[in-house]
């Protein structure tokens, strides 16, 4: 099973639009969560760390929920500027290693 | 400005090369990492290093050679015994933040056997 598994979409929505992102991770040791947003032919870029009460920044909203080792990511009123790829990634701070998932793609359509 | 710098952006291999990825920050960040992207398989470690003259393998390290001398220097050197070494290449150093222990990358290389 991979450490962490993400719906690789295609999501097409339309501007303003909510949409969701979801993640599954497979090790319960797992200590740190993030979400990194990657444009087309660039490098990742932290968009927000995960808290277990849940954290919210602007338009975006990020989720954890340790028992069922799930991560979520809410982008309310979509912009046209969303439109990337969402990678979620798990740490363990045993050999502090990073696991990313194959990441969501997502269009937002004027 | 601080960061990560990696070069080349762009790199033609013909069959049977070594070439060597440069990863060079100023961030004074102890560990740092590469990691291979192919399309559809997400990012999967090569090589990391703690601490200077110091690195380990990652899950993928086969056909690959790393060093680091200094702190600020983590080369990688893609050997001909990589046999599919066509891919975009990310270093990053870890870093502390308020959420946790996270990543910054480098601008990437891309590598492509001809």
């Known amino acids: 099973r991979k450490e962490v598994e993400q719906d690789p979409g295609p999501f097409n929505v339309p501007e303003g639009a909510t949409v969701a992102f979801n993640c599954t991770y497979s090790n319960s040791a797992s200590q740190s969560f993030f979400w990194y947003r990657q444009d087309c032919r660039k490098e990742p870029k932290l968009l927000m760390s995960v808290y277990s009460s849940g954290n919210e920044d602007g338009r975006f909203t990020a989720q954890l929920n340790r028992a069922s080792q799930y991560i979520s990511l809410l982008i309310r009123d979509s912009k046209l500027s969303d439109s990337a790829t969402y990678l979620c990634?798990?740490?363990?701070?045993?050999?502090?290693?990073?696991?990313f998932g194959t990441g969501t793609s997502l269009t937002v359509i004027p | 400005d601080g960061g990560i710098t990696q070069s080349p952006k762009y790199l033609f291999r013909k069959e049977g090369q070594n070439v060597t990825l440069s990863c060079e920050q100023n961030?004074?960040?102890?560990?740092m990492y590469w990691y291979r992207q192919d399309p559809g398989q997400g990012l999967r470690l090569i090589y990391y290093?703690?601490?200077?003259?110091?690195?380990q393998k990652g899950d993928i390290a086969e056909g690959y050679s790393v060093s680091r001398e200094k702190k600020e220097s983590f080369p990688l050197t893609v050997t001909s015994a990589q046999k599919n070494p066509t891919a975009f290449y990310l270093c990053?150093?870890?870093?502390?933040?308020?959420?946790?222990?996270?990543?910054?990358f480098g601008s990437g290389t891309r590598l492509t056997v001809v």
């Open positions: 961030l004074n960040h102890d560990a």
């Open positions: 990053a150093v870890g870093q502390r933040s308020k959420g946790g222990y996270g990543y910054t």
């Open positions: 290093s703690q601490i200077v003259n110091d690195f």
């Open positions: 990634v798990v740490n363990r701070f045993t050999g502090n290693q990073f696991y």
